[in-house]
C-alpha cells in the first residue's frame, strides 16, 4: 500500500503563489498516476491536475490550466502543486492522490475520482486578504 502526505497549505493574498508537496511512501512502485483535487467549503471535490509517474505526462482542470503547474521528483518519490495567480476561489483543502491505473483511465473518469486508490489526509488552502 502507499501512504501519502500533503504539505505546503497556508494562508496567501490573492495573486499570490504556494507550492504543495505530497510525499509519497510504502510500495510507491506500483503508482502509475498521481493526482490533485480540492474541496471547497460547501462543494463538491474536484480534479485540479495529474501526472504519470514515469514519463511526466500532465492533465490540468480548465479553471486551473496556466495558473497551475503539476510536477513530480521521483528521487524524492514526491509530487507538487505549484499554484499561482491564486484567486479566492481557489480556497479548498487539496488532496493528494495515487493509483496504479493510467492517466488517460483517471482522465476517462473525471469528475469521478473512482479511478483513485489512495488518498492523503489533506492540506488548507485559503486565499484571502
Known amino acids: 500500500q502507499v501512504q501519502l502526505v500533503e504539505s505546503g497549505g497556508g494562508l496567501v493574498q490573492p495573486g499570490g503563489s504556494l507550492k504543495l508537496s505530497c510525499a509519497a511512501s510504502?510500495?510507491?512502485?506500483?503508482?502509475?498516476?498521481m493526482a490533485w483535487f480540492r474541496q471547497a467549503p460547501g462543494k463538491e471535490r474536484e480534479f485540479v491536475a495529474a501526472i504519470m509517474w514515469s514519463g511526466g505526462g500532465t492533465y490540468y482542470a480548465d479553471s486551473v490550466k496556466g495558473r497551475f503547474t503539476i510536477s513530480r521528483d521521483s528521487a524524492k518519490n514526491t509530487v507538487y502543486l505549484q499554484m499561482n495567480s491564486l484567486k479566492p476561489e481557489d480556497t479548498a483543502v487539496y488532496y493528494c492522490?495515487?493509483?496504479?491505473?493510467?492517466?488517460?483511465?483517471?482522465?476517462?473518469?473525471?469528475?469521478?475520482?473512482?479511478?483513485?486508490?489512495?488518498w492523503g489526509q489533506g492540506t488548507l488552502v485559503t486565499v484571502s486578504s
Open positions: 492522490a495515487a493509483t496504479s491505473r493510467s492517466l488517460s483511465a483517471v482522465v476517462a473518469a473525471l469528475p469521478g475520482a473512482t479511478s483513485l486508490e489512495v
Open positions: 510504502g510500495r510507491t512502485y506500483s503508482t502509475y498516476t
